[in-house]
């Protein structure tokens, strides 16, 4: 099983601020499959990005997703009010799995 | 537009079948594999498996011997039963579809609501 290890656990930062969220296999994801969610409180998680770099439909370009091998990175370039919420990265190029989530508060 | 609502028990006791049924609105459904992923505050988010129109399925292999998904073309519903629950399986259940069409390696662009089972003695 590949184990996907997300950090820092939470970033406290403000509006308008730069965010940058880590994502880290236990091996190498194939075919850079690997994705990104955003999760609010009660709600499903919604995907931001998929293939390591795409964007989802509908999803602001402020979201920014990079990264290949064992090592991948969401960043959003300017915090809006919406945004402050969990992240998750989701790898499928072996089974699937989690990370086990950003959490994104406002300081 | 591809809408996912879902139902099913919420309280179950040790012992019992997980029931949830989820139902697909739009006209994709047999383009895509349709999955079941589960989250509880324990063990994060977790895939439980997937299925196809055609009732292929894969699932998670930690779960397979309990797993049974299947699949009504005609309602374009999709269902999941896990049977022998513990405490370990109360969680936050949603079924979600696939983001790219026919294949099976796949992030999953929408998602049900999802229902909150229980279980407990």
Known sequence: ?107 | QVQLQQWGAGLLKPSETLSLTCAVYGDSFSHYFWSWIRQSPGKGLEWIGEINHGGSTNYNPSLKSRVTMSVDTSKHQLSLRLNSVTAADTAVYYCAKATKKWILRNSYDYWGQGTLVTVSS
């Open chain 1, 1 to 107: 099983e590949i184990v996907l290890t997300q950090s820092p656990g939470t970033l406290s930062l403000s509006p308008g601020e730069r965010a940058t969220l880590s994502c880290r296999a236990s091996q190498t994801v194939s075919s850079n499959f690997l994705a990104w969610y955003q999760q609010k409180p009660g709600q499903a998680p919604r995907l931001l990005i998929y293939d390591a770099s795409n964007r989802a439909t509908g999803i602001p370009d402020r979201f920014t997703g990079s990264g290949s091998g064992t090592d991948f990175t969401l960043t959003i370039s300017r915090l809006e009010p919406e945004d402050f919420a969990v992240y998750y990265c989701q790898q499928y190029g072996l089974s699937r799995t989690f990370g086990q989530g950003t959490r994104v508060d406002i300081k």
